[in-house]
């Protein structure tokens, strides 16, 4: 359940539409469903913004259907990350409108009539080989209710491809920049824009690169100021922050009437 979800509830009870013993019901699954093995938290949404996303790689197919299925009762959206093949056709079997996003390995249900897209949100990747982990974050980014544009291969081997999309960059509320190898695009990216600059390492890159640890602790050292760091291929969390940026954390009194 949302904000929304719950102010409609609440004032349906104050205008007499609604008895307390039916509310009661409604929320009697709050703050969390029992699944046994999966025990989804339907509360996320009123604390949060946004309804708990299933993180798919460990778990069975068959735990990811019933944690999405959950989710759909109360929610219409849904997302699920690191999600293979086979968690899609589960959860397909079971929820139809279920699409997948095999690059970044995303489940989506989105049954909004007329999904948000505010503010402005650019993801910038510093070579294509990291828009596995880009397209994470974009997909999750605009599930999330937010504008997002895609920057992609402008890496400092080549800093005029950046340079040449500065107006871009400077009218967005917050940039996601993904890099492997040496890690340097978010450095450059925070030295042009006055916006604070999400910062993803990926594990691109050749032995030295460690799997990404190089990259991230490029970041984590940048001299540049705004610059907040993500762990290695973590698409999905700098979707949720750079979104919380761009459209601001849901206020206490957004909560209840």
């Not at 190089?214 to 999905?236: P, T, Y």
């Amino acid at each position: 359940m949302d904000t929304d979800s719950l102010n409609d509830l609440l004032g349906r009870v104050a205008r007499g539409e609604t008895s307390p013993d039916e509310a009661a019901r409604a929320l009697a699954r709050l703050p969390f469903a029992d699944l046994g093995d999966v025990k989804v938290d339907h509360h996320r949404a009123l604390r949060c913004g946004f309804p708990e996303v299933v993180f798919c790689e460990g778990k069975t197919p068959q735990q990811v259907r019933s944690a999405a299925r959950e989710v759909l009762e109360h929610s219409p959206v849904l997302l699920g990350t690191r999600a293979s093949a086979s968690h899609y056709q589960h959860v397909a079997q079971a929820v139809p409108d279920a699409r997948y996003f095999e690059e970044a390995r995303v489940i989506l249900v989105d049954r909004r009539a007329e999904p948000p897209r505010e503010g402005h949100i650019v993801v910038a990747t510093g070579g294509t080989s990291d828009s596995r982990v880009a397209e994470e974050a974009v997909i999750c980014a605009e599930a999330m209710g937010n504008r997002v544009t895609r920057l992609y291969d402008v890496g400092v081997a080549g800093v005029h491809r950046l340079l040449a999309h500065e107006e871009v960059l400077r009218d967005a509320r917050v940039v996601v920049a993904i890099a492997g190898m040496e890690g340097a695009l978010p450095s450059v990216v925070a030295g042009l824009v006055a916006c604070p600059v999400v910062a993803v390492p990926t594990s691109v890159g050749y032995g030295a690169a460690f799997g990404g640890i190089a990259a991230l602790l490029a970041m984590l050292n940048s001299c540049a100021n705004g610059v907040g760091v993500v762990n290695i291929d973590n698409g999905f969390g700098a979707a949720a922050l750079a979104s919380r940026i761009n459209r601001g954390a849901p206020a206490e009194a957004d909560i209840a009437p």
